[in-house]
C-alpha cells in the first residue's frame, strides 16, 4: 500500500480572546471553498462554535456544512478532559498491568489535569490518523489560547528523553533502597561518578519529601519507562505534523498590546524551532468604515437614532482602527517577514455568519499562507 | 449553591482567577491600582516574565509595588528552609536527576510559586496583595496543591509547607477569590463550573464575580428605524439591512449578558461590572469602573 500524501498543515496561535478559533475556522472555510479538502481541528474548543458549526466535540471527525464548503470541510474537536485517559490507554495497550499500576498511583492521581501538552499530543494523533487515510489536502489547527501552545512540540521530547535516561535508574534505585531502608543501608548505590553526591542527595531529598513522594515517584516513572518506545512514537508523529516541511504558522493577534506582546513572543519561540511566521491576522482592525455605514451616513430615511448609533459605531471603529495601525507598524518593524493581514470586526447573532464573513476575506490570502514554508536557521 | 463569603472586605491576599482571554490582567491590575489611590500602598504579583502586569499598569503605578514570581527562584527560595541551607538546596536540586524531575513535576513548582506568595503577605502586614493567577484549568490545580500535598505526604518538611500554606495562604479569612468572567452564556457556565471547584476542590468560597466587556446600549430606536429602513426598496435597503444586523448582534449580546448578570445574582454572588471598550481600557479606567461598582 502507498503511504497517502502528506497533508498541508497550517498553524493557527495567539494569545486568548483574540479571536483565534473564528478565523481558523475562517481560514478552513475558505480553503474549502477554493476546492480543498480540509480539516479543521480545534484544540480547546469554544463550545459555541462547535454548536454553531453542528460540530460534536468527539475524537471523530465530523463533515461540517457551511456556506460554499460542499463537501470538502471536517472538523476534529477532541474532549480535553478525555484526553489524559485516551493517552494512557493508548500508552499501554499491551501492558494491562502496568496500566492498572499507574491508575492507581496517587501520585498520578494527582498529577492528572496537570498533565502540560497531553491533549496536543492526543489530538496530534487523531489527526495523524485521520490524515493517514489520505482524505485531506490540508489540516487546519487551532492551538490553545496560549504563549505556550506550541512548547508542548518540545516538552513530550524532553520527557521521553527523561524516561529513557539516568534519573529513571535512579528513581527505580531509590525506591529499592527506600523499601529496604536500614537493611542494608547503601549497598546498591549507583557507583562511579555520580555516586557521592548521588547518595547524599537521596538522603536529603528522602528527609524533605517525607516517605511517600520518593518510592510514588520512581514507581510512576517506572512505568511510563515500559512504553518509553510508543511515548517517544507519539511524539514523533505530532512533532512531523506541526514541524514538518509542509507545515506553516499563522499568528492570530487582535488590536491590543497584549495580543502583539503575545504574537511577539509566540515569533520568538518559533525561531528557536527554526520556524518563522507565515502571515500575522490582526483581527478586529479594520482601516476604513463600511461600504454600507459610509451608504447610510446623512442618507434620506436615517432617523436620529439610526444617526446616534452610527456615530457610535464609527468612533468604536475608528478607535480600533488607530490602535491597529500603531500596532501594525510596531509588529512590522519586529517581524518584517511577516505580512499583516487585517480583518474587519464582524458582529452577527450566529457564530457561522462571523465565520462566513472572514472567510470572505481571508480568500485573497490563502496563497501566501500555503507557499513553501521559509525556513529560518 | 456556591458558598459566598463571609463580610464584604476583602483578605490580605486577593487571589484573580479565570479563563485565558476575559482579562484576568487587567482586573487584577486595577485592583491593585484602587486599593493603592485609596490605602498609598498595594502589592500585585504576576508569574512569569512581569511584562503583563508592566504593560496593564503603565502609566499608573504610583503605590503599586509589581512584584514577579519566576519558577525557578521560586523553587530555590522555597527549598532552602526545607533543605536547611541553600548550598545545600542548591546542591540537591541542582542534581542530575532532580533538575528534569522538577522540570516534569508541576506540582513543585506550583507549591514554591504559592509558597512566595504566602512570604510576600507574610512580610508586608497591612498591605494588600493582588496576585493575578494563572488561567483556569491550571489556577484550581493550584489552589488543590496544597491539600493533595497533604493528603499525600505523610510527613517531613514538605508535609509541613503544605499545611501552612493550606492555613495561612488558601484558608478562607486569609485569601480572598476573585473570578473574572465574560457575560455569555457559555464563558458563564464555565465560570460557575469553575466556582463550584474553587468551592468544592480547594475550600474557598467566591468573594466576588467580576463580569468584564459588558457591551454598553445602542440607541434602542436604531434597530426597528433599520429594519423599516431596509424594508423600503432603494439605494439604502441594504446598507440598512447591515446596519439592522449589526444592531441585532449587539442587541442580542446585551441581553445575554444582561441575562448572564441575572443568573449571576441569583446565585448569591457579589458581582462587579467592566463595561466593553473598543480598545485596551487602561488600569486607571477600570479602577474607576470598579469603584462605581463600589469596590474595593
Known amino acids: 500500500m502507498t503511504p497517502a500524501p502528506e497533508p498541508l498543515v497550517v498553524v493557527c496561535a495567539g494569545g486568548g480572546g483574540v479571536g483565534k478559533t473564528t478565523t481558523s475556522a475562517a481560514l478552513a472555510l475558505a480553503l474549502a471553498r477554493a476546492g480543498r479538502s480540509t480539516l479543521i481541528v480545534t484544540i480547546d474548543p469554544a463550545r459555541r462554535l462547535a454548536g454553531a458549526m453542528g460540530v460534536p466535540i468527539t475524537d471523530e471527525v465530523t463533515r461540517v456544512s457551511l456556506d460554499g464548503a460542499g463537501d470538502r470541510l471536517s472538523a476534529l474537536m477532541p474532549d480535553p478532559r478525555r484526553s489524559l485517559g485516551t493517552f494512557v490507554d493508548g500508552l499501554f495497550e499491551d501492558e494491562p498491568a502496568a496500566r492498572a499500576r499507574l491508575l492507581g498511583n496517587r501520585l498520578y492521581r494527582g498529577l492528572s489535569d496537570a498533565a502540560a501538552g497531553v491533549h496536543e499530543l492526543v489530538a496530534m494523533n487523531l489527526v495523524a490518523r485521520a490524515s493517514s487515510r489520505g482524505a485531506f489536502e490540508v489540516v487546519v489547527i487551532d492551538t490553545a489560547p496560549s504563549r505556550h501552545a506550541i512548547d508542548f512540540v518540545t516538552y513530550p521530547s524532553r520527557l ?49 519529601t517525607g516517605p511517600n513522594l520518593v518510592p510514588d515517584t ?160 | ?165 493550606g492555613r495561612e495562604l488558601l484558608a478562607p479569612g486569609r485569601a480572598s477569590i476573585v473570578v473574572v468572567t465574560l457575560p455569555e452564556r457559555l464563558v458563564l457556565e464555565e465560570t460557575l463550573e469553575l466556582c463550584a471547584a474553587i468551592a468544592g476542590e480547594a475550600g474557598m468560597p467566591i468573594d466576588r464575580v467580576v463580569v468584564n466587556r459588558v457591551p454598553i446600549a445602542l440607541p434602542e430606536e436604531a434597530l426597528g428605524d433599520a429594519r423599516a429602513l431596509a424594508a423600503i426598496p432603494g439605494p439604502l435597503a441594504e446598507p440598512a439591512a447591515a446596519l439592522a444586523s449589526l444592531l441585532a448582534a449587539r442587541a442580542n449580546a446585551r441581553a445575554e449578558a444582561v441575562a448572564a448578570i441575572d443568573l449571576l445574582a441569583r446565585t448569591d454572588h457579589s458581582i462587579w461590572r467592566i463595561p466593553l471598550a473598543p480598545v485596551d481600557p487602561s488600569a486607571k479606567d477600570v479602577a474607576r469602573w470598579l469603584r462605581a461598582e463600589g469596590a474595593p
Open chain 1, 160 to 208: 521521553a528523553a527523561l524516561l529513557g535516561g539516568r534519573t529513571v535508574a535512579w528513581l527505580a534505585g531509590l525506591a529499592e533502597r527506600a523499601a529496604h531502608a536500614g537493611t542494608a543501608e547503601g549497598a546498591s548505590a549507583p557507583r562511579g561518578l555520580f555516586a557521592w553526591g548521588t547518595g547524599h542527595v537521596e538522603r536529603v531529598v528522602a528527609r524533605v
Open chain 2, 1 to 165: 449553591m456556591i458558598p459566598r463569603a463571609p463580610g464584604k472586605r476583602l483578605s490580605a491576599a486577593v487571589l484573580v482567577m479565570g479563563k485565558g482571554g476575559v482579562g484576568k490582567t487587567t482586573v487584577a491590575s486595577s485592583l491593585a491600582v484602587l486599593e493603592a489611590e485609596t490605602h498609598g500602598r498595594a502589592v500585585l504579583v504576576e508569574f512569569g516574565d512581569g511584562e503583563s502586569g508592566r504593560r496593564a499598569l503603565a502609566g499608573a503605578h504610583r503605590g503599586v509595588d509589581h512584584l514577579v514570581i519566576r519558577p525557578a527562584e521560586a523553587i530555590q527560595r522555597g527549598a532552602a528552609p526545607l533543605f536547611g541551607s541553600a548550598t545545600i538546596a542548591r546542591l540537591a536540586l541542582g542534581n542530575f536527576a532532580m533538575r528534569p524531575l522538577l522540570r516534569a513535576a508541576p506540582a513543585i513548582r506550583e507549591l514554591a510559586m504559592l509558597e512566595s506568595v504566602r512570604q510576600i503577605v507574610a512580610d508586608r502586614p497591612g498591605v494588600r496583595v493582588v496576585v493575578d493567577m494563572p488561567a483556569t484549568g491550571h489556577g484550581v490545580a493550584w489552589l488543590r496543591v496544597p491539600r493533595q500535598g497533604r493528603d499525600f505526604l505523610a510527613a517531613g518538611p514538605l508535609f509541613d509547607l503544605c499545611d501552612r500554606l
Open chain 1, 218 to 377: 520512581a514507581s510512576l516513572f517506572a512505568e511510563l519507562a515500559l512504553v518509553r518506545e510508543r511515548f517517544v512514537a507519539l511524539t514523533r508523529r505530532a512533532s512531523e505534523l506541526l514541524l514538518g516541511p509542509r507545515s506553516s504558522y499563522a499568528l492570530v493577534a487582535a488590536p491590543t498590546a497584549a495580543a502583539r506582546d503575545d504574537v511577539v513572543y509566540l515569533a520568538g519561540r518559533l525561531h528557536k524551532l527554526g520556524r518563522a511566521p507565515r502571515v500575522v491576522v490582526m483581527n478586529r482592525s479594520e482601516s476604513r468604515p463600511a461600504p454600507w455605514a459610509r451608504a447610510l451616513r446623512g442618507g434620506r430615511g436615517v432617523t436620529a437614532p439610526m444617526a446616534e448609533a452610527l456615530e457610535l459605531l464609527e468612533e468604536e471603529r475608528a478607535s480600533r482602527s488607530s490602535a491597529a495601525d500603531a500596532l501594525t507598524a510596531d509588529l512590522g518593524a519586529r517581524l518584517p517577514d511577516a505580512p499583516i493581514v487585517r480583518l474587519p470586526f464582524v458582529e452577527a447573532i450566529a457564530p457561522d455568519r462571523i465565520v462566513a464573513a472572514l472567510a470572505d476575506e481571508l480568500a485573497t490570502h490563502l496563497d501566501a499562507l500555503l507557499a513553501a514554508p521559509a525556513r529560518r536557521g
